[in-house]
Every structure is written in structure tokens, then in C-alpha cells.
């Protein structure tokens, strides 16, 4: 697969998560689970997503 596609793929599902996050729990909370980690990230997006939309790891 083209890396140009990959990159972007990252680049639009990160936006998703970033997103979804300021929405629902604020920006201070978006703001310090950037500074935490890609993990955390992840965890605090799961926690808040739907459940067809929640990244596995």
C-alpha cells in the first residue's frame, strides 16, 4: 500500500480521536491526554466512543 495513503489514513483517524475528545469531554481534558500519549489518547476515546467505533490494541 502506497505510504502516502497510510500517512493519511493516520492523519484522518487521529483527527477523529482529537476531535471526538474536545467534543465530549472539553479541551482541558483533550489538552492532557495529549501531553500523556498516543495510549492514553486512545483509552480516553474508547471510553467516550461508540462501540462500533472503538480502536482495538
Known amino acids: 500500500m502506497d505510504d502516502c495513503i497510510i500517512g493519511r489514513a493516520y492523519y484522518v483517524v487521529g483527527s477523529y480521536i482529537t476531535k471526538t475528545i474536545d467534543e465530549e469531554l472539553g479541551r482541558e481534558v483533550l489538552k492532557k491526554k495529549l501531553l500523556e500519549g498516543p495510549v492514553s489518547l486512545i483509552i480516553t476515546y474508547?471510553?467516550?466512543?461508540?462501540?462500533?467505533?472503538?480502536?482495538l490494541f
Request: glycine share 0%; no cysteine; net charge neutral.
Open 46 to 55: 474508547n471510553q467516550t466512543a461508540k462501540e462500533d467505533l472503538k480502536i
